[in-house]
């Protein structure tokens, strides 16, 4: 069966510090990937997808990147983090193709002080 | 561009009792999913139920079925036999064929609470 894990699963960082969660997927192959955030109260606001290695599409241009250096992982980051930048992040994993549901990992609380 | 829209942000039921939670969607497309996600205290996303659009019989998981008004553009939920562990934030979305990014669309949300 698949499994899908993100860390750490809480994270509190100061304003201008770096950035980095990580998302990995187990008992698939070729996953499409996605990054969401959900600031408190409020619906899910796609950040990043990936169809596959080292290909990345943005949604919402902002001071995050992702990046795939695996087939299975996914990485969050950011050089320098805003106080808006705190919420709920959450990684996803879908099949693609004919098949669009999505499988959300546990997520992370991240706070910006 | 589609969009999903669930007009309740808050419901109540009693335990045992029988809820409906709405949802539009708006879409030009033909082919498409339809899914109702639940977010629990925890907040992970649990997959409740999907429902394709070219099916006309709604989809049904045990106490979770659909009401899928597919000329109306409406996807409403109902669970039947409420029970605490199902308070949670629901969330409705909508994906479509086309492209391989599999990208949902989703409501903001309605929060449901079941009382004892």
């Known amino acids: 069966s698949q499994t899908i894990h993100q860390w750490p699963a809480t994270l509190v960082q100061p304003v201008g510090s770096p950035l980095s969660l990580e998302c990995t997927v187990e008992g698939t192959s070729n996953p499409n990937l996605y990054w969401y955030r959900q600031a408190a109260g409020r619906g899910l606001q796609l950040l990043f997808y990936s169809i596959g290695i080292d290909q990345i599409s943005s949604e919402v241009p902002q001071n995050l990147s992702a990046s795939r250096p695996q087939d299975r992982q996914f990485i969050l980051s950011s050089k320098k983090l805003l106080l808006s930048d705190s919420g709920f992040y959450l990684c996803?994993?879908?099949?693609?193709?004919?098949?669009?549901?999505?499988?959300f990992g546990p997520g992370t609380r991240l706070t910006v002080t | 561009a589609q969009t999903v829209t669930q007009s309740q942000p808050e419901m109540s039921v009693q335990e045992a009792e029988t809820v409906t939670l709405s949802c539009t969607y708006d879409t030009s497309e033909n082919n498409y999913y339809l899914f109702w996600y639940k977010q629990p205290p925890s907040r992970q996303m649990i997959l409740v139920i999907r429902?394709?659009?070219?099916?006309?019989q709604n989809a049904t998981e045990n106490r979770f079925s659909v009401n899928f008004q597919k000329a109306a553009k409406s996807f409403s939920l109902k669970i039947s036999d409420s029970q605490l562990g199902d308070t949670a934030m629901y969330f409705c979305a909508s994906g479509h064929y086309g492209g391989s990014q599999g990208n949902l669309i989703f409501g903001k949300g309605t929060k449901l609470s079941v009382k004892p």
């Open positions: 996803a994993w879908g099949k693609g193709g004919r098949s669009y549901e999505q499988y």
């Open positions: 429902q394709e659009a070219y099916k006309q």
